[in-house]
């Protein structure tokens, strides 16, 4: 699966966003798709993932009820609306597939993640 994320910019806080992650190359609707971010000096953090159906979704706290993710498996694209954006939100998002839901606690493991995106650049200002 290959994965390009986009949407990324720079946006003041309170703002809004939209993120996008195109996939290709297997069958989208059978991979769960998950969002991640990383500051600098810091390790990549979970946001949210949603199953491939599309039914279930789990949120970071950190992010939960001002972003929401989502996706359209007849485009082969999952999305990440950030909403009253936060200068803490400020990072490199990465979009990422993983083939087995598991455990819930498992879904917020980057290592159980089998393919990455190249990552978009967010940038919250004060």
């Known amino acids: 699966v290959q994965l390009q994320a986009s949407g990324g910019g720079l946006v003041r806080a309170g703002g809004s966003l939209r993120l996008s992650c195109a996939a290709s190359?297997?069958?989208?609707?059978?991979?769960?798709m998950g969002w991640f971010r990383q500051v600098p000096g810091k390790e990549r953090e979970f946001v949210a993932v949603i199953s491939g159906g599309g039914s279930t979704t789990l949120y970071a706290v950190s992010v939960k009820g001002r972003f929401t993710i989502s996706r359209t498996n007849a485009k082969n694209t999952v999305m990440l609306q950030m909403n009253s954006l936060k200068p803490e939100d400020t990072a490199v998002y990465y979009c990422a597939a993983k083939r087995f839901w598991g455990s819930v606690s498992s879904n917020y493991d980057q290592t159980t993640y089998d393919y990455w995106g190249q990552g978009t650049l967010v940038t919250v200002s004060s």
């Open positions: 190359g297997r069958t989208f609707s059978n991979y769960d």
